[in-house]
């Protein structure tokens, strides 16, 4: 099968994608002086629905009527909002936005073993499983080998962002296993709809009535978190899922950090340590290495040589 190529434009989407992901633990961090965390994800997937809801009439997406597709969704919202929303929001009240950004990047070498693990036709390889290795090598830098030896406040923040990328990774197989059939944005918005309908109680009874009497900065975050964050960025995910494959989708996680570090440092006084700049690069090259092409290319590259060389001596 021909991978699909990653066009200039694809590369801009692809980029602006990085930053509006990477944006929201930004914003999350803004949120988070006057709202507890499962709040903020209440109000990150309801205001986020509107548009969805709007772009998915434009475009005259059907909306499924069975229980068991509405069943799918609650359970995708689960997955891939409710859960991971709220463990990255509550560790980014214990660790910095750069560094949640950082550990969150191991969605992509741990969604490429659970696919590999779940589904029949996402084959396990060993460059998944090297992938995957190079990415519990990164988190083990970022956190520090005595972690494994003393409790720290920290070291459970980031877990809990770990454990939120593994929420992602199990809602990419459950959305190809059950939700293949339907519209792309009606799977956003059935799955925004989803976690909703799971976070409004919850929040209700863990935070207490949301407050309207925020500051302006507040609502601002949280408005941004939803529309831009959420509602825009999943129509681009599914523009650039549909023009430049999955593969190249992958690479967001490369751009994510970058983005959200250097608005930390920037607008928050953050300063990642050296520690964690190290841990992103091993992250970074367990991405690569799952992704594949770095190293056909050397592999070309390698042959390349060697065939020139080849010629050079006269052998055949």
């Not at 950004?101 to 036709?121: E, P, Q, R, S």
Request: contains cysteine; glycine residues 10%; hydrophobic residues 60%.
């Amino acid at each position: 099968m021909t991978q699909a190529s990653l066009t200039p434009a694809a590369a801009l989407m692809l980029l602006a994608l990085g930053a509006l992901w990477g944006g929201s633990f930004f914003l999350a961090e803004i949120a988070l002086r006057e709202v507890p965390p499962m709040t903020i994800t209440l109000h990150r997937v309801f205001w986020a629905i509107p548009l969805l809801a709007l772009v998915v009439r434009a475009r005259g997406a059907a909306i499924p009527r069975a229980p068991r597709v509405w069943g799918a969704y609650l359970v995708m919202g689960a997955l891939n909002n409710a859960l991971p929303f709220t463990l990255i929001f509550w560790g980014q009240t214990r660790i910095e936005s750069g560094l949640a950004a950082i550990l969150n990047g191991t969605t992509a070498v741990f969604g490429a073993v659970v696919a590999g693990l779940l589904l029949a036709d996402e084959r396990l390889t060993g460059r998944k499983i090297a992938g995957a290795a190079l990415g519990l090598a990164g988190v083990a830098v970022v956190m520090g080998w005595e972690a494994l030896a003393s409790f720290d406040p920290r070291n459970t923040a980031q877990l809990a962002v770990i454990a939120a990328a593994l929420c992602y990774a199990l809602a990419s197989v459950w959305a190809k296993r059950t939700l293949s059939a339907q519209a792309p944005q009606m799977n956003a918005l059935g799955m925004l709809a989803g976690s909703c309908v799971l976070m409004a109680p919850l929040a209700l009874i863990v935070d207490g009535p949301p407050r309207v009497d925020l500051g302006a900065g507040t609502w601002a975050a949280l408005l941004a978190l939803a529309v831009c964050s959420t509602s825009l960025a999943y129509l681009l995910y599914f523009a650039i899922l549909r023009r430049a494959g999955a593969a190249n989708l992958m690479l967001v996680t490369l751009i994510i950090p970058p983005f959200a570090v250097a608005l930390g440092a920037a607008f928050l006084g953050e300063a990642p340590g050296t520690r964690a700049l190290a841990g992103f690069a091993v992250i970074a090259t367990g991405i690569l290495v799952t992704d594949g092409r770095v190293l056909r290319a050397l592999r070309r590259g390698d042959m390349s040589a060697h065939i020139n060389h080849s010629e050079h001596e006269g052998r055949p």
